[in-house]
């Protein structure tokens, strides 16, 4: 079974930064895409950043120059790094993986999902 495990949101003030962690464990054969998305109240889910294993990141025009996706292939852990945050940025994040996994009569592909941490920023 597979987990993914976010860390570091929180409440700052406009201009400021945070890091989230999205940390990955379980019977990992590979990681093929990873990505960050984010809902804000009353609003659908957004795509953040996504990356594809070997690929460049793909921002949403909305945090370009403003958000960096990192990765640590070793801890199968991903970073945001978020900066000169905004009030807009207040979202619930969620970080989200396409793994595929070690079964016992192959592999399994599919889609999984942080249980999601809470930016907000403050005016």
């Known amino acids: 079974q597979v987990q993914l495990v976010e860390s570091g949101g929180g409440l700052v003030q406009a201009g400021g930064s945070l890091r989230l962690s999205c940390a990955a464990s379980g019977s990992i054969f590979s990681i093929n895409v990873m990505g960050w998305y984010r809902q804000a109240p009353g609003k659908q889910r957004e795509l953040v950043v996504v990356?594809?294993?070997?690929?460049?990141?793909n921002y949403a025009d909305s945090v370009k120059g403003r958000f960096t996706i990192s990765k640590n292939n070793t801890k199968n852990t991903m970073y945001l790094q978020m900066n000169s945050l905004k009030p807009e940025d207040t979202a619930v994040y969620y970080c989200?993986?396409?793994?595929?996994?070690?079964?016992?009569?192959?592999?399994?592909?599919?889609?999984?999902w942080g249980q999601g941490t809470q930016v907000t920023v403050s005016s």
């Open positions: 989200y993986a396409r793994i595929t996994t070690r079964q016992v009569m192959g592999v399994q592909t599919r889609d999984y």
């Open positions: 990356i594809i294993s070997g690929g460049s990141p």
